[in-house]
């Protein structure tokens, strides 16, 4: 099985030279992320994990594709992306969830589709994430619990919920086993 890991400090590294190039301060881009400066520079340093959230909204602010900043390269496709099982880019991930982009080489995507690990006993502070946009989730295997804006959702396999993703949310693995989800990001 292979598959195309690309690790944080890689992606860090990329943001630290997109802000440069573009002629920000760290406090400049905070600003523009809505985040505290703290938190942007343990992202651009590769010291904190990186939320996929967080990747689009640069992204959309740096004008490039979510396939460059995770990979370093433009996607090169137009007509069509087949990703096979168990194949397409995945980002290193420390903690959390492990996200795999299903379509990460087609040029100008309008969506973004992850395969989504939810590990059980992940995330047991529920810390949200919120970004402009929307989500669907669907669920493949396991109990996903889906909290937005303060509500608990529970999802078993074959469900799927739509959602503004501006209001705070977050996803757990609900029992004993990890949740096994499709998640289309449309920015």
Request: glycine residues 6%; proline residues 5%; charged residues 25%.
């Amino acid at each position: 099985m292979t598959q195309m890991y690309h690790k944080v400090s890689e992606i860090a590294r990329r943001i630290r030279e997109l802000r440069e190039i573009s002629d920000y301060s760290p406090e400049d881009m905070a600003r523009e992320c809505e985040v505290a400066t703290e938190e942007y520079l343990a992202y651009e340093t590769g010291v904190a994990d990186i939320p996929i959230s967080f990747l689009l909204r640069l992204a959309e602010r740096f004008h490039v594709d979510m396939t460059e900043m995770i990979t370093g390269e433009s996607p090169r496709l137009s007509t069509y992306c087949l990703t096979r099982a168990d194949k397409g880019v995945q980002i290193e991930r420390r903690q959390h969830y492990h996200y795999r982009n299903l379509a990460y080489n087609f040029v100008h995507r309008k969506v973004e589709p992850l395969y989504v690990i939810v590990p059980k006993g992940i995330n047991p502070d529920l810390i949200p994430s919120a970004h402009d946009g929307h989500e669907f989730d669907y669920v493949l295997e396991g109990t996903l619990r889906v909290h937005i804006d303060g509500k608990a959702l529970t999802l078993g396999p074959g469900d799927s919920v739509y959602y503004d993703s501006r209001h705070p949310h977050a996803l757990e693995a609900y029992g004993d086993q990890d949740v096994r989800m499709l998640a289309v990001v449309i920015p």
